[in-house]
């Protein structure tokens, strides 16, 4: 059973409180939210879900808007995975590897897989005594690369840098907000996290949709953000700057897009036919899933 968000992009309790019953096992939910929201209900949404005896799952893929800044625990979040390679430096896309390590509110741990490293001491061992544990998953050592450079990237930034990282994060996508949102249909103009979704409402008069955009910004060089996506905007583009680019950066990639957004009026054959510089031109990109060429 899925829940939609309300008309200010975020979790009703309500909603929660006449679905939840003793027979739910518990709610998973992603806090910031797709929108680029923050789930400002969550802790009376977990309470909800705790009267019942039901726990709650967060799913840590938008961690980079929140990383030392909110403690997922007081929030009443039980068990949470961290996509590593989206907040923890691993880049995301392209197909893998990632990895998610699943953290757990102490009273879940005695249910963790074994083994577990535990620590002694000054010294790690595993530990495979542990009798409510779920038992032994397959490929216990996981991405080990991933793992390894997680683990660098946060002992290398500190808690400070890893809170100002995701500061920065949230600084960039409300300043691509503002700056655009008089170019692009803005569905939820509120404060976002670490990205913001506009749709092509505007560009609907000119025939123009939210693909064609995003294959004109190869022509510029750029990699398209994210589209169609969330589902609950039609025509989404989902902007997701990160913390790691300048002003200047932003400022070219919003002149860009810009650009775009007038080429759409004034030669919208252009953007169907994008991207034009490009060796290859628009790919059927149904064809190439569904019988892929792999070699050669
Ligand atoms: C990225 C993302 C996923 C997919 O996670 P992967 O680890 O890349 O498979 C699922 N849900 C949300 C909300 C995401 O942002």
Redesign the pocket.
């Known amino acids: 059973m899925s829940l939609k968000s309300n008309a200010q992009g975020v979790l009703d309790v309500q909603s929660v409180e006449d679905l939840m019953d003793e027979q739910t096992a518990g709610i998973m939910l ?1 806090n910031p ?2 929108l680029g929201i923050f789930e400002t209900n969550i802790r009376q949404i977990a309470q909800v879900v705790h009267a019942k005896g039901g726990l709650v799952y967060g ?1 840590g ?2 961690m980079n808007a929140i990383m030392g800044i909110v403690d997922i625990k007081k929030c009443g979040v039980d068990v949470m995975h961290l ?1 590593l ?2 907040t923890f430096s691993t880049p ?1 896309g392209g197909g893998g590897p ?1 990895a ?1 390590p699943v953290c757990v509110v102490s009273e879940l741990a005695r249910f963790l897989p074994v083994p577990r490293v535990v620590k002694e001491g000054d010294r790690y061992r595993l530990e495979f005594n542990s009798p409510e544990s779920i038992g032994r998953i397959h490929g216990f050592h996981g991405n080990f690369s991933v793992l390894v450079r997680a683990y660098s990237y946060i002992r290398s930034m500190g808690p400070g840098n890893l809170k100002k990282a995701s500061q920065l994060a949230v600084l960039n996508a409300n300043y691509i907000k503002e700056r655009l949102k008089k170019d692009l249909h803005l569905p939820y103009d509120l404060p976002c996290m670490h990205e913001c979704v506009f749709s092509d409402l505007f560009q609907h008069d000119d025939g123009v949709k939210t693909l064609d955009m995003a294959k004109r910004l190869i022509d510029f060089g750029y990699h398209p953000p994210t589209i169609y996506f969330p589902l609950v905007v039609p025509g989404a583009i989902m902007i997701e700057p990160t913390e790691t680019e300048c002003k200047e950066d932003i400022d070219l990639f919003i002149k860009v897009v810009q650009q775009v957004v007038v080429e759409a009026k004034e030669n919208p054959e252009l953007l169907h036919q994008a991207p034009v510089r490009t060796k290859l031109r628009r790919l059927d990109e149904t064809r190439a899933a569904r019988h892929p060429c792999l070699c050669g």
Do not use: L
């Open positions: 992603t939210n797709t799913d893929a938008n996509n390679h989206k995301h990632g998610g």
